[in-house]
């Protein structure tokens, strides 16, 4: 099952069977490190097969624990859902929430080409262009789609705002938990004050995120690093 991305998208075979052979339910467990303290994170991707499509759901919860918990209480939730296209994933509905804030939401509207972004119960339309990914969903539509050979630009949304981004592309080894992983990195051409990110991808687990830094907005600077990884099996059987 190793690389098979990447050799299911040179064989030439179609997309229904390349999007039919991925497992249907991962979950991914990562360790958070900040300069204020430690916490968890659980991410789980789903890949459901109508009759003639393929759909993705992607959950993220991460919580806080020990000394950061008290500096920032309660969990940040992530989700992501939409449709698998022969180019990636294409988002329909994007939401990030923090503690008991009203969550920060993206809606796409691929048939009229727009993109609405609701923040703090403020509402905005914007052109949706094409190559446009969430927050979560970019960091596992390689899953799905090659990678360009030496940068990527594309258009991102965390629900308040829309930015077009390059991230350049590397081969790197990198040490985990889980072992030494030959893996791709995507890393953000920052302009201005833009969000530092970072993205490690191992072909060896279906192009999954196994790390993640990153600079926030408010300074905050956030490792992510991969624990555990529970793939389950494709059924042959099923009639899903």
Do not use: C
């Amino acid at each position: 099952m190793r690389f098979l991305t990447v050799i299911l998208l040179l064989s030439g075979l179609s997309f229904t069977s390349f999007a039919g052979n991925l497992p249907p339910h991962i979950d991914i467990s990562y360790t958070v490190k900040t300069g204020i303290g430690h916490g968890e994170l659980k991410e789980t991707v789903e890949i459901i097969q109508d009759e003639d499509s393929h759909r993705y759901n992607i959950s993220s919860e991460a919580q806080a624990r020990g000394v950061m918990k008290i500096i920032k209480p309660g969990s940040i939730l992530r989700n992501s859902r939409g449709v698998i296209t022969a180019e990636g994933l294409q988002p329909i509905y994007f939401s990030d929430q923090r503690g008991k804030k009203k969550p920060s939401v993206a809606h796409f509207n691929w048939e009229n080409n727009l993109i609405t972004l609701v923040h703090e119960e403020r509402k905005k339309q914007k052109t949706l262009p094409e190559d446009t990914l969430d927050r979560l969903s970019l960091s596992y539509n390689f899953m799905f789609s090659k990678l360009p050979e030496d940068h990527l630009d594309v258009h991102i949304t965390d629900g308040r705002s829309l930015e077009l981004t390059r991230y350049t592309i590397q081969k790197e080894t990198l040490n985990t938990p889980i072992g030494t992983l030959e893996t791709i990195s995507l890393t953000r051409q920052p302009e201005h004050d833009e969000v530092k990110r970072k993205i490690w991808l191992a072909p060896d687990y279906y192009m999954l995120p196994v790390r993640i830094v990153s600079t926030e907005k408010d300074g905050l600077e956030i490792e992510k690093m991969v624990n555990e990884i529970a793939i389950k099996p494709i059924d042959r059987h099923s009639t899903r």
